[in-house]
């Protein structure tokens, strides 16, 4: 079973999450491969992969014995590893609903499997011939095994020209139309539909940032001030010491970066601060209703409440676009990507140096395939009447801007 254990009895080095077999005895294995390899994954990721695997050790257990994968594990056997990682493969490839998912938890689960082995074999006093066959038996026999995919849409949807334009309506802090009814609230929402929109930023990027993300300096070049917004990890707070359920944190050490903010997206963001955020005793930006900070649950709870407010044909036409009934976060970061991608091309920057700096820009890494899947969407000029020539100057953001604050 998959546990987190956050209980303030324990030490903060020995919080965070586990698998427990059926006596809630901890995995053995699982939890070596947790320290060592996965360290320095996200805790978003670490969960995930976790679930994966906690998959494959419960199947161990009802097809063969209780904690038959860890036994095979420590033995090296492998021919108990080879009937268990066979059965599973087929017990996943059986399944009725073939999704994306379902081959991410083999490749997971195999990678956990060949890991074990590799260490093992580097400390057993074995002939290394014969581990080194059940190694290499292990990667040839399965390494080139797949699940069948359930015909995944390779284009990244990006929001309805309507939809956006409805949002910046109805979220506009001073509307009658919003859903929200504290002013602290409305504000808050605001401001992380306005992050995610225009800066591009994850869930969990935004709710790592800190009240002062957002930098400033003048160029003397152009006599104006340039802001830009820090996207990191938490420098005032201890990464142990979050209170929050689920811990928002940077995804991969390429989402560590510096993009540039508008005048307006910055001053919108210091109005939030200055008069609504509150004075809470942590460092977020996103200052929760009960003073801690926000959390990915609440987020996600409010971004139902706003789908809820969208009328029906504005959700008749997400459906019809792209086949969603609701608005997340995430799609917020898609309609920023394509939109970004337009613009560049639109100033005359070649395909290959635009998709460049939006490697920057969203922090994905060299090998990521995620530009690539953008360009084919960024065709799409659906969204094009949503904004004139400047999507930060757009006229509704700076209409939302209260006046003499």
């Not at 987190?4 to 919080?15: D, H, K, N």
């Not at 309507?162 to 506009?172: G, N, T």
């Not at 649950?297 to 019809?320: R, W």
């Not at 086949?323 to 991608?341: E, M, N, P, Y």
Request: with cysteine; net charge positive; hydrophobic share 40%.
């Amino acid at each position: 079973m998959f546990v987190q254990i956050s209980a303030e009895a324990v030490p903060r080095s020995l919080r965070g999450v586990l698998l427990a077999d059926s006596n809630h005895v901890p995995r053995y294995w699982v939890s070596v491969w947790l320290v060592v390899a996965a360290s320095q994954w996200a805790t978003s990721t670490q969960t995930m992969r976790l679930r994966y695997i906690e998959n494959l050790y419960e199947h161990a257990d009802r097809s063969f014995r209780a904690n038959a994968l860890d036994d095979a594990l420590s033995s090296l056997d492998d021919a108990q590893l080879a009937d268990i990682l066979e059965s599973w493969f087929v017990s996943l490839r059986n399944q009725s609903a073939a999704t994306s998912s379902n081959e991410d938890r083999w490749q997971t689960g195999l990678t956990f499997v060949t890991s074990v082995v590799t260490w093992l074999s580097k400390s057993a006093d074995a002939k290394m011939r014969q581990i080194e066959a059940r190694i290499h038996r292990l990667s040839t026999l399965y390494s080139q095994l797949h699940i069948r995919q359930g015909g995944r849409s390779e284009t990244v949807r990006s929001l309805p020209a309507c939809v956006v334009e409805r949002l910046y309506q109805i979220l506009d802090p001073e509307s009658d139309a919003n859903p929200f009814r504290r002013p602290q609230t409305r504000w808050r929402v605001f401001i992380a539909f306005v992050l995610m929109l225009h800066q591009g930023l994850r869930r969990g990027e935004l709710l790592l940032l800190t009240a002062d993300a957002i930098k400033s300096s003048h160029d003397r070049k152009v006599n104006r001030t340039r802001y830009w917004l820090n996207v990191r990890q938490n420098g005032y707070e201890e990464a142990d010491g979050d209170s929050r359920y689920s811990r928002p944190s940077i995804k991969t050490l390429h989402s560590i970066r510096q993009i540039p903010v508008s005048d307006a997206t910055a001053r919108l963001v210091q109005i939030y601060c200055e008069n609504y955020r509150g004075r809470p005793s942590h460092s977020f930006m996103l200052n929760a209703q009960t003073g801690g900070p926000l959390s990915t649950e609440s987020l996600t709870k409010i971004f139902t409440l706003i789908s809820k407010a969208l009328p029906a044909e504005v959700l008749q036409e997400l459906h019809d676009r792209t086949g969603k009934k609701s608005v997340t976060c995430h799609d917020l970061r898609h309609t920023c990507a394509v939109l970004r991608l337009h613009q560049l091309l639109e100033r005359g920057d070649a395909m290959d140096e635009a998709l460049q700096k939006m490697r920057t820009f969203f922090g994905w890494s060299k090998e990521s395939d995620m530009p690539s899947r953008y360009a084919r969407a960024v065709f799409e000029n659906r969204l094009a009447s949503v904004w004139n020539d400047e999507f930060d100057d757009r006229a509704a953001v700076l209409r939302a801007l209260p006046q003499g604050r």
